[in-house]
């Protein structure tokens, strides 16, 4: 027997092996890149002895034999010992113990259970701290940052049950969605992706169902393919060196917004904008246009960039604006800070069809805490128009809300 081995004998049938030299960290190095994942897979366990079968179940069946001459390499070097039985007429390793499994982890780079939940720790009470200083000057900006800080009260509801690499990834999806918007930026789920991890297949299935599952994605400017605007009138949308699109030609029309900026001219202008929040009201309105009207798709939530982009068709051809917003207090916010788009401009604004009679008329639904707390916000400013004010009392009053597809 080699004099460099200490062999412990524990009974006529076990023994515990290893060899008498302390192990080196250099000798990693000659690791291979299948011995260094599968090691990796071993590693995160606080445990310091291991069996046998549940190491070779986390190498995987396609790779025993890399297992089992790893845990040979492992003894050879110094970084195991071995817990062996007689069988069969031969000492055969059941189990190992690890001699230094802290310098094992910090060469290859892998955590241990306890540091992955002190990591998982630090990095949501990190998070959690970095939502409660968001910033709120407005309605809009308090239903992002609403959904921001729902966002990251899931990520922490949820931190013990989520690998830390997703988490660390959610979280940091989350802050850049907010400079995302902060910045006024717009672009494909390949753009943001490009942005998050630097690659535009960077975000798996799993990150986009997450992150749609908790944001208006569209609504923070972040499209499944370039965005557009859906218009419908008589106007014709004219570009520079007479290129044109003629609405009249068809019943509703969208149009990518990079192009909708580009527009020199409507002719003839319109003589009011009509702004509808629900998609099925305004396809309906859609097919009953008049000839001085020019009706735009308004989905929930506008991005400033959807924002910009009608602003800049206003500025073509100015007109005062009829909007027309579901019955929610959402809604209501919308109608008011669109309405103060068009004041900016000089142009008057009203809400139409947005009255308590619609509301009484429909099958309305019950106010949550959330439209309670927006409503209340809203009734304190000065600087909502009596119309709104009275709809906003009454669904205070009733406790109702409802979409505007019922009657309009």
Known sequence: MPTDWNIVEHGRHARLRQRVAAPDPASLAWLSPEQRDILARWLPSDATTRRRDSLMRLAGAHRLESAEALASWLLEHGWVRWHERWQRGRWSWEALSWRDLDTLRAELGVQGHQQRRDARHALVQTLADWAERLPTDGATTDAIVAMHRRAVQVLRDEAA?????????????????????????????????????????????????????????????????????????????CWPHGHGVDLAALHMVAVPMDD??????????????????????????????????????????????????VLHLVRQAPAPLAISCDLDPAGLEMALALGQCWQALGQPWAPWRMEAQHLDAADAQPLGDDDRQRL?????????????????????????????????
């Not at 409507?266 to 000839?291: H, M, T, V």
């Not at 809203?378 to 019922?406: C, F, I, N, S, V």
Request: charge should be positive.
């Open 161 to 237: 049950q989520t690998p830390l690499p997703t988490l660390r990834s959610r979280a940091h999806c989350v802050q850049t969605l907010w400079m995302w918007g902060q910045q006024r930026r717009t672009g494909t789920r390949r753009d943001f992706a490009l942005q998050v991890t630097g690659s535009t297949k960077g975000l798996s299935p799993a990150d986009w169902q997450w992150l749609a599952r908790h944001f208006d994605l569209e609504a923070l400017g972040v499209s499944a393919f370039a965005p557009v605007l859906w218009l419908a009138g008589q106007a014709r949308l």
């Open 376 to 408: 209340a916000r809203l009734l304190a400013r000065d600087d909502l128009p009596a119309a709104l004010r009275a709809l906003a009392l009454h669904m205070q009053h009733t406790g109702r809300k409802a979409e505007q597809e019922a009657w309009l």
């Open 260 to 309: 909708v900026r580009a527009v020199g001219a409507l002719q003839p202008p319109p003589q009011r904008w009509w702004l509808i929040e629900n998609r099925a009201s305004f396809e309906r309105q859609a097919g009953q246009r008049d000839g001085d009207t020019l009706l735009v798709w308004m989905p929930g939530r506008t991005s400033q960039a959807w924002q910009d982009t």
